[in-house]
């Protein structure tokens, strides 16, 4: 029932900050359990957390990029979302939205529902 969607810019330049929004219908980003992460995977490497937010705000960071990264949330939107700044061609990676009732992980069944991804590209 939970579904996910990710939108934002295609294409970031190096140096700028890359913003991508997640839609989440189906469930409430305040009233279930869920956490709400975000996972990227850079084209030839494994997934990789970035972040998440719980249900009540409370926020979590992968230590290799909470320096450039903040995770928000819009409730009356039902939406979270995900700036990663500073961004260099290594964050080149198709970015993913997903929910489950854990956190910190990037495998496809540690979570019980996935956005499609989206890519995103930095270049100039």
């Known amino acids: 029932q939970v579904q996910l969607q990710e939108s934002g810019p295609g294409l970031v330049k190096p140096s700028q900050t890359l913003s991508l929004t997640c839609t989440v219908s189906?469930?409430?980003?305040?009233?279930?359990?869920?956490?709400w992460s975000w996972i990227r995977q850079p084209p030839g490497k494994g997934p990789e957390w970035m972040g998440a937010i719980g249900h009540n705000g409370f926020t979590y960071y992968s230590p290799s990029l909470k320096s450039r990264t903040s995770i928000s949330r819009d409730t009356s939107k039902n939406q979270f979302t995900l700036q990663l700044s500073s961004v260099t061609p290594e964050d080149t990676a198709v970015y993913y939205c997903a929910t489950g009732a854990a956190v910190g992980g990037a495998r496809r069944n540690e979570y019980d529902y996935w956005g499609q991804g989206t890519q995103v590209t930095v270049s100039s």
């Open positions: 189906g469930g409430s980003i305040t009233t279930d359990y869920y956490y």
